[in-house]
Each structure stands twice: as structure tokens, then as C-alpha cells.
């Protein structure tokens, strides 16, 4: 049976059309995703991120041990400062990536992706339990306590302060978070965003959350699915678990070596990573744009290179179209020697090749 959110009756209400993602029922789209995400381009989004996980770790030793676990360097988090980071196998294959919040000296809130929230602790206990110092350290796996939604978009800091009497999150910064009072309530919001626009999410008990999305929505935030979430973060090349992300394929690969802190000592799977750094990566994550007419790529189609002697050389992880750019756009793994910008490639969509090139991430760049 799949899981619900605790803003399930919510999105019924508002007509949002209900799909299986990750072993929940969660709306994709409200109106159409195409509008929901020009409202995130232009004004105000509002997302249900409720399903993700929330794991605080608590104790003396808790930065030593998130240090030893994760790709990031946690000594550099300050209370009330958070980081993207990825949590990695001994072979450098991703777990997950997350984020984590600095909430005081001795605790920290991970985020998790919902569909790894089991994999996600049991890797982590698995560390613990062989940690020099785990009596220093705890685990609490809160995902069933606690929900979230996501206020995203050029608007969002004119309209969040309202709903938090005597409180202003528009005051935090980018990888800031704050603990705020909502209806007598202590919630925690924090500014990073998935979209590539400027934004929030507040992390609430679930006995709150309902309210909260109310408020935000009564403030002019429009309510938008995962189909919009999908098209945005494609637009700005976030990766996302299980397509450009999964145990199989390393942070360098994915080209996310910047989060890879391999000066901060040792941690799980760096000496792979160390070695893909200095002697290089058998495939690469690109972007690309299709240069013809042809139907949006889509996950799984066959990427192949460009010329007379045009062989397979990888697949699409990620394909849509843009609706800010108004052409098909993707993200896919191929050789190092094809992932140079203004490359040529094909992509095979429904048995026939069609044209497509290289190019910078991100893919959508939003005017100055």
C-alpha cells in the first residue's frame, strides 16, 4: 500500500492529480506542469516535501562521525548553517545525497530522500555500530514525526514572514537555517531550494504541516506537483536519486566532485574517489540540448554519438522538455572524451536518432 502524506487531504481538495513516486501517493500536477512552473520561474511555488526524511544525529561525537560518513566537510557547518552532501559506499557509490543542517554545536538534522529512507538508516547505524566513538553518538529517524513542504520562487520571501508571528525568515541566507514560531509551534526553516530559484522549506511536526500549507497558499503561493519539481531541477541540472544518482555510480561521475571534501580525511569511499580524481572516470554525467525538432528525450533513451561511425556510448538519466527554454533537454552518462561542451550527439527517441550537442551545466540560467 502506498504511504501518504499528512497533506494528502489537501491535495485531493485541490484537485491534484495523484501518481505513485517512491512508494507514496503524491500529487505531479494541480493545473498543468507547465504553469506550475512558470509560477516557480516567476512567483511563487508551493511543494509538498513531506515524504523526505528527517534523521538527527545528537552527541559529543556526532560531527566526527557525520565527517567520517558523508562526502562534505561537516567542520565547516556552523550553528544554523547547512551543506549538500552525499553519503557514499566503500566502492564511492552513492547511497544518497542530502542535506545536513548544523542545529547547535552537538546536533544535526540530515534530510533524506523518501526513497531511501530505509537504505539510509541502516547504512548509518551499519557506520555507527563501527565507530571508535559511537557511545558519544545518537540516531533518531524522526520521518514519521515530522513534515515538510518547499516555498519556492522569486516571490517567496515576500510572503513567508507573514505567517510566522514575531519572526522573519526572509532573513536567512542562502544554507541558513532557523528555528521559527508557527501557531505557538517551534518549526525549523531553512534556505536551499531544488529549483535553481531562490526559496524555503519549513519543516514542521506533522500535525502542523497542514496549516502551514495553508497559510503559504492564503499568502499567494500556488500549489505545484512533482511534474514541475521534475522540469526545474532538470533546467539547472540537480541531480536527482535514482536517475543521475544510485550505489553504482560515484559523486566524481555524476560531476559533483565539488562536494567531495577529499582533504578532510579519511571517510567512506574516498579512497575511490581519490583514485577517480587523480587517474579520471570511465563515464561522465552531461547536459545536452536537442538541436533539432524531435519529441522530449526521456529516461532510458539510448544516447549515441554524432557522424558516420555513430555507435551507442550511453543512456538519457534524466529528459523533458524545458518549459522555460522551449526545447528538450536532458542529462545522460557518456565517455569522458564526448562530455566536452558543443559535443554532437544523437539521441534515439522511439527507434529513430535525433540531433543534440553538449552544454555548460547549468542547462536554464536565470537573467540577471
Not at 526513497?115 to 545518537?138: G, N, S
Not at 492564503?218 to 521534475?230: E, F, I, M, Q, S
Request: charged share 20%; aromatic share 8%; glycine share 10%.
Amino acid at each position: 500500500m502506498l504511504k501518504r502524506t499528512p497533506l494528502f487531504a489537501a491535495h485531493q481538495q485541490l484537485g491534484g492529480r495523484l501518481v505513485e513516486f517512491g512508494g507514496w501517493e503524491m500529487p505531479v500536477q494541480y493545473t498543468s506542469i507547465v504553469e506550475e512552473h512558470q509560477a516557480v520561474r516567476q512567483a511563487a511555488g508551493l511543494f509538498d516535501i513531506s515524504h523526505m526524511g528527517e534523521v538527527f544525529v545528537r552527541g559529543a561525537a556526532a560531527e566526527a562521525f557525520l565527517n567520517a560518513t558523508l562526502t562534505n566537510d561537516v567542520r565547516k557547518l556552523t550553528p544554523g548553517t547547512g551543506q549538500y552532501t552525499l553519503m557514499c559506499n566503500e566502492r564511492g557509490g552513492v547511497v544518497d545525497d542530502l542535506y545536513c543542517y548544523r542545529l547547535a554545536p552537538a546536533e544535526f538534522l540530515l534530510i533524506i530522500n523518501a526513497a531511501r529512507i530505509p537504505d539510509d538508516v541502516a547504512w548509518l547505524e551499519q557506520r555507527l555500530a563501527a565507530f571508535p566513538q559511537k557511545d558519544a553518538v545518537t540516531l533518531l529517524n524522526a520521518s514519521d514525526e515530522m513534515a515538510a513542504v518547499a516555498l519556492q520562487g522569486p516571490r517567496a520571501r515576500g510572503l513567508i514572514d507573514p505567517c510566522f508571528a514575531g519572526g522573519q525568515p526572509s532573513t536567512l541566507k542562502k544554507n541558513q537555517i532557523g528555528s521559527f514560531r508557527f501557531n505557538g509551534t517551534s518549526v525549523w526553516v531553512g534556505c536551499t531550494g531544488y529549483t535553481g530559484e531562490d526559496g524555503f522549506e519549513i519543516i514542521a511536526p506533522a500535525a502542523q504541516i497542514t496549516a502551514i500549507w495553508n497559510a503559504l497558499l492564503a499568502a499567494g503561493a500556488k500549489p505545484c506537483g512533482l511534474g514541475a519539481r521534475d522540469t526545474l531541477r532538470t533546467e539547472v541540472c540537480y541531480p536527482l536519486y535514482g536517475h543521475e544518482l544510485n550505489e553504482d555510480t560515484t559523486p566524481i561521475e555524476a560531476g559533483l566532485g565539488f562536494f567531495v571534501a577529499l582533504d578532510k580525511g579519511e571517510f567512506t569511499g574516498r579512497s575511490v574517489l581519490a583514485g577517480q580524481k587523480a587517474n579520471g572516470v570511465t563515464k561522465r554525467c552531461v547536459a545536452f540540448k536537442m538541436t533539432g525538432k524531435s519529441a522530449p528525450p526521456r529516461p532510458h533513451y539510448a544516447i549515441f554519438s554524432a557522424g558516420p561511425d555513430a555507435a551507442k556510448v550511453g543512456e538519457v538519466v534524466s529528459g523533458t522538455q524545458s518549459p522555460s527554454l522551449g526545447i528538450g533537454i536532458g542529462l545522460g552518462y557518456v565517455p569522458p572524451a564526448l562530455a566536452r561542451p558543443e559535443t554532437p550527439l544523437q539521441i534515439e527517441i522511439r527507434g529513430q536518432c535525433f540531433p543534440a550537442m553538449v552544454v555548460p551545466k547549468p542547462i536554464y540560467r536565470k537573467a540577471v
